[in-house]
């Protein structure tokens, strides 16, 4: 497709790589083409500030899979977006030039607020703000919130308590025991910078990744696709993380409804979501299925 309104972005996360494909139009973006690949680009170093060897030969093998598939799109270059493990990484200039030298792609490592700047961008494009809403994007290597209303965004964060941090960071039992829950809180609680002191927040807004894998657990079906904003039923979803939180591996091995690069690191994201909901006390869940990727592209 030799059209010049077509881009593509790459979305390099800690855990999982993105390739969005889309046309731009006075009427927005029109997805072409979608894929995600789990790399786990931070595991073995994230904790330890370097991207381990294999996990770079992973990521090079997720970049010749979305080079496949961009050779249908001749005239697009993709952007590529690398966020919280290649930021944090001294290894970082060696993996960028390795990018460049296999695909003669140039690596764009953005900050933890430009990442919440470009999230905030990609929910934009589907949701109205018309309440005040804290955004939520559960990350392997950060995690961003970012406060915004009808006026645009009053407060944001970029926290490094990503799922793989805290998966490599912790020694718990399987499955949790209430003293491993108590444990990851205190970190979250250490690590937020205080930055949920004293707020509420009537809207709890999930964007993409984690969230939908939320809503399949709930309701045992698909996240639906498009670019409708999604609203959960709060005490089912309450009670979904505390069934999260408690679930042992073989149970979430045997749970269609999780990814597997999730199936570990689930119980730390519903620790962690739970949490923030103990600090904003919102009355809404709704769940974006536009984040950084559409921001980017946007």
């Known amino acids: 497709m030799e059209d010049k309104n077509v881009s593509a972005v790459i979305d390099i996360g800690t855990n999982t790589f993105n390739l969005l494909i889309a046309s731009r139009s006075k009427n927005g973006l029109e997805i072409l083409e979608s894929h995600k690949i789990a790399v786990s680009l931070g595991m073995g170093g994230i904790n330890l500030g370097i991207l381990a060897?294999?996990?770079?030969?992973?990521?090079?093998?997720?970049?010749?899979?979305?080079?496949?598939?961009?050779?249908?799109y001749p005239q697009v270059k993709p952007k590529l977006i690398a966020t919280s493990a290649v930021r944090d990484a001294k290894n970082a200039s060696a993996f960028i030039a390795l990018v460049y030298e296999r695909f003669a792609w140039e690596v764009?490592?953005?900050?933890?607020?430009?990442?919440?700047?470009?999230?905030?961008?990609?929910v934009g494009l589907c949701y109205d703000f018309k309440e005040r809403t804290m955004i939520m994007d559960i990350g392997g290597g950060s995690t961003e919130f970012i406060e915004a209303n009808k006026d645009g965004v009053c407060s944001e964060v970029s926290l490094n308590i990503g799922v793989s941090r805290l998966y490599q960071g912790f020694s718990v039992n399987d499955p949790f025991a209430p003293a491993d829950v108590l444990r990851i809180e205190a970190f979250l609680?250490?690590?937020?910078?205080?930055?949920?002191?004293?707020?509420?927040?009537?809207?709890?807004?999930?964007?993409?990744?984690t969230f939908e894998t939320f809503y399949e657990l709930m309701y045992r079906k698909p996240f639906p696709k498009g670019?409708?904003?999604?609203?959960?039923?709060?005490?089912?979803?309450?009670?979904?993380?505390?069934?999260?939180?408690?679930?042992?591996l073989a149970e979430r091995n045997e749970n269609e409804f999780i990814i597997p690069i999730r199936k570990k690191m689930a119980p730390f994201a519903a620790v962690k979501t739970r949490w923030v909901l103990r600090q904003i006390k919102p009355k809404r869940i709704l769940i974006s299925p536009f984040s950084l990727k559409e921001g980017a592209l946007a």
Do not use: C, W
């Open 53 to 72: 060897n294999d996990a770079i030969q992973r990521a090079l093998n997720a970049f010749e899979i979305f080079q496949d598939i961009l050779f249908n």
């Open 108 to 122: 764009t490592v953005v900050s933890g607020a430009k990442e919440a700047a470009l999230i905030y961008n990609g």
């Open 189 to 209: 609680e250490e690590h937020s910078n205080g930055f949920f002191d004293y707020i509420d927040i009537p809207v709890l807004l999930g964007s993409s990744g």
């Open 227 to 248: 670019n409708q904003i999604v609203e959960l039923e709060l005490l089912s979803f309450t009670s979904m993380l505390d069934e999260l939180i408690y679930s042992s």
